[in-house]
């Protein structure tokens, strides 16, 4: 799954800011300390603020680095096989140190896929536990603090959404919303329907009682998520269609951004887009993972669309009344992916004109059915395009960015640079934009920016005084 524009500020504020939903005392008369190291995408984000959340909540104190940590926790991504081997890489720098009454625990997409098989590659990790079981943490940890060495919570069979009773924010401002778990898609590369199950949506009065409740924290922006964010459908007699829900969220008073990811195209319907018209809080940013040009190549991968049907979803969004920015993703690579294959890609590029696009070459995952497909495309190969891609990706952004130049946009201000004046924040639309201001305190302000000048991944410009 995408981050849209995710591009790293200079200076970010927010990863170090208090919890705002953390009781006061917590930490205090502490059973230990843990260490919490995430990889992957926003769900994962999201699920380590709800694990920190947790052991918060039981007494643990949060440090920064694995040396100072009696308990160690790898959140951990299985999308793509490099993912897979960061993590295995962090687990192999504790083969030669001894335990001594110190945890490791592998959590998240990885620990669901391998199962208790870690303990047998790693067999100093002392608890594997997938995302279905995080709820369930306090009970783990006991269990390994009674002095079982090999802890597990790997369940998937369940109705629940995967909330847990706290959650540590990490970004003072934005704050991200679970409100569908799991995919039913079936994609043939995709380990997502095994490592977090069949879809399950939470109820549209719950999504909206936790929206209010962040909005009377103080958040002004929230982000829905899901791994199909735009597949939600309310268990609830309400039946909330996903576009309602999005305009029933930003009708919460102090709620000024509604931002939604990650959005499959098939369920992507004309209310959404009107939506985005029709109420300037929800955000005119819509990441649409097409993965590949090719209607060959996408029944090959069973993304349940054609090329013409995708385009006809970009025609939508292209013709709205605001201009809503549109990223995307792409595999190259495909096992079977002819050099025609990628030849559409690119002419697919050309024609939707991606705001930004996050592109990956093809690896194959356990439990899916392209992992035994014939005609693997050798790895050079899968390099070649995979900079072609990414070159006329970097053309099409330059391009974009560069008709940018002289607008003025409202920038939600998440970080200072080293530099005097120098600040950073993203546009409604996702654009990161660095500004320079000589005011000071702008964090977690929304500034009107003056556009000067443009590069491929943002945007430069000075604030303007009211």
């Not at 680095?65 to 926790?73: Q, R």
């Not at 924290?217 to 039946?239: A, C, F, H, K, M």
């Not at 559409?344 to 696009?357: H, K, N, P, R, V």
């Not at 899916?368 to 006329?392: H, V």
Request: glycine residues 8%.
């Amino acid at each position: 799954m995408g981050k849209g524009f995710d591009i790293g500020l200079e200076a970010l504020a927010a990863g170090s800011a208090t919890a705002r939903e953390t009781p006061a005392n917590a930490g205090s008369g502490a059973r230990g300390t843990f260490f919490l190291e995430t990889f992957g995408c926003q769900m994962n984000d999201h699920d380590s603020e709800k694990v920190a959340g947790v052991l918060l909540a039981r007494g643990y104190r949060q440090v920064q680095s694995p040396e100072a940590a009696s308990v160690i926790l790898y959140n951990t991504c299985s999308i793509r096989e490099k993912a897979a081997q960061k993590v295995f890489s962090r687990l192999g720098e504790f083969r030669a140190q001894p335990n001594e009454g110190r945890m490791i625990g592998v959590l998240g997409c990885l620990a669901q896929q391998e199962g208790e098989d870690i303990f047998e590659r790693a067999p100093w990790v002392g608890l594997v536990c997938g995302s279905a079981s995080y709820s369930k943490l306090p009970e783990l940890l006991a269990q390994w603090e009674a002095g079982q060495r090999r802890v597990t919570g790997l369940e998937t069979d369940t109705e629940e959404t995967f909330e847990t009773e706290m959650t540590r924010r990490d970004n003072p401002w934005r704050a991200y919303l679970t409100i569908i778990e799991g995919c039913d898609k079936a994609c043939s590369y995709c380990v997502v329907p095994y490592t977090r199950g069949p879809e399950r949506s939470r109820s549209s009065a719950a999504v909206l009682a936790e929206a209010r409740q962040l909005a009377d924290l103080g958040y002004t922006e929230i982000q829905l998520l899901g791994q199909t964010v735009n597949s939600y459908r309310d268990p609830s007699p309400r039946g909330m269609r996903f576009a309602e829900l999005l305009l029933a969220a930003a009708e919460v008073p102090g709620i000024r951004r509604v931002r939604f990811t990650t959005s499959h195209p098939r369920d992507f319907t004309p209310d959404i887009v009107q939506a985005i018209e029709a109420q300037p809080a929800v955000c005119e940013h819509v990441h649409l993972p097409v993965q590949s040009g090719s209607t060959r190549v996408l029944r090959a991968m069973q993304r349940t669309y054609t090329r013409e049907e995708y385009l006809e979803k970009i025609a939508l969004l292209r013709s709205a009344r605001r201009a809503i920015s549109v990223t995307t993703d792409f595999i190259v690579g495909f096992p079977g992916e002819t050099e025609e294959d990628f030849q559409e890609t690119l002419s697919l590029l050309e024609a939707a004109q991606f705001d930004g696009a996050f592109s990956f070459k093809y690896s194959p995952r356990p439990n899916t059915p392209a992992q035994t497909m014939a005609d693997a495309i050798p790895e050079e190969e899968k390099s070649r395009r995979l900079a072609m891609l990414l070159e006329k990706q970097r053309e099409i952004q330059t391009a974009r960015n560069a008709a940018l130049v002289g607008q003025r946009f409202e920038v939600l201000v998440e970080g200072k640079s080293r530099r005097q004046n120098q600040w950073a924040g993203r546009t409604s639309s996702n654009r990161m934009v660095n500004f320079t201001s000589p005011v000071a305190g702008l964090l977690g302000q929304y500034v009107q920016v003056q556009v000067s000048s443009a590069g491929p991944n943002s945007l430069a410009g000075e604030a303007v005084q009211e």
